[in-house]
């Protein structure tokens, strides 16, 4: 069974840094691209980074490119995104998704994780 | 424009048919996928490719494309098909995007 499971969510005040984990399991996590998407409050889907099966190729919304950075450990079976100067229009549940291309279906998603940017 | 336009939302009675939309400019060249996010849940894909649909997915889920709009159709909506819908697809950039997203209400 597929299970992703999402992690490091918490209240951060403006300008602060934070770093989410997705821990995967239950298929060969090498084979899949990895995507972080967020749901922000009364707000719809955003799509925010994703990277590729050996992390040699990343790619990001405009809204974060700068501030924040996917990354992957295929030997931990980890995805993370670090995110620094966090705003508050960044407060939002964070989902992690896989594909098995870049542009291809997202087939299955965590539960997601809980970023409050507020002072 | 690289935006996908959804709809804010849609009703229908039980039994009947929902139809929801979503257009872009990029739809002709790429693929468009659907998904389902109830209350408090994560989103589910409900229609991949434009018009296939994953198991699991009943079959009065339909999806279908013509030029720059792509249609999300239940057919015989239940209470139970309540939710978000977005379109997703692939932006001029190839950069993943998202509809605005459709609140489906069946009452």
């Known amino acids: 069974e597929v299970q992703l499971v999402e992690s490091g969510g918490s209240l951060v005040q403006p300008g602060g840094s934070l770093r989410l984990s997705c821990a995967a399991s239950?298929?060969?996590?090498?084979?899949?691209?990895m995507h972080w998407v967020r749901r922000s409050p009364g707000k719809g889907l955003v799509w925010v980074s994703r990277?590729?099966?050996?992390?040699?190729?990343?790619s990001y919304a405009d809204s974060v490119k700068g501030r924040f950075a996917i990354s992957r450990d295929n030997a931990r079976n980890t995805l993370y995104l670090q995110m620094d100067s966090l705003r508050a229009a960044d407060t939002a549940v964070y989902y992690c998704?896989?594909?098995?291309?870049?542009?291809?279906?997202?087939?299955?998603w965590g539960q997601g994780t809980l970023v409050t940017v507020s002072s | 424009s690289d935006d996908l336009t959804q709809p804010p939302s849609v009703s229908v009675s039980p039994g009947q048919t929902a139809r929801i939309t979503c257009s872009g400019d990029?739809?002709?060249?790429?693929?468009v996928y659907w998904y389902q996010q109830k209350s408090g849940q994560a989103p589910v894909p409900v229609i991949y490719?434009?018009?296939k649909r994953p198991s699991g997915i009943p079959e009065r889920f339909s999806g279908s494309t013509s030029g720059t709009m792509a249609t999300l159709t239940i057919s015989g909506a239940q209470v139970d098909d309540e939710a978000d819908y977005y379109c997703y697809s692939i932006d001029s950039n190839d950069n993943p995007r998202f509809g605005g997203g459709t609140k489906l209400t069946v009452l």
């Open positions: 490719e434009d018009n």
């Open positions: 990277i590729n099966t050996d992390a040699t190729f990343t």
């Open positions: 990029t739809l002709p060249k790429k693929y």
């Open positions: 239950g298929f060969t996590f090498t084979s899949y691209w």
């Open positions: 998704a896989i594909s098995g291309y870049g542009d291809s279906n997202l087939e299955y």
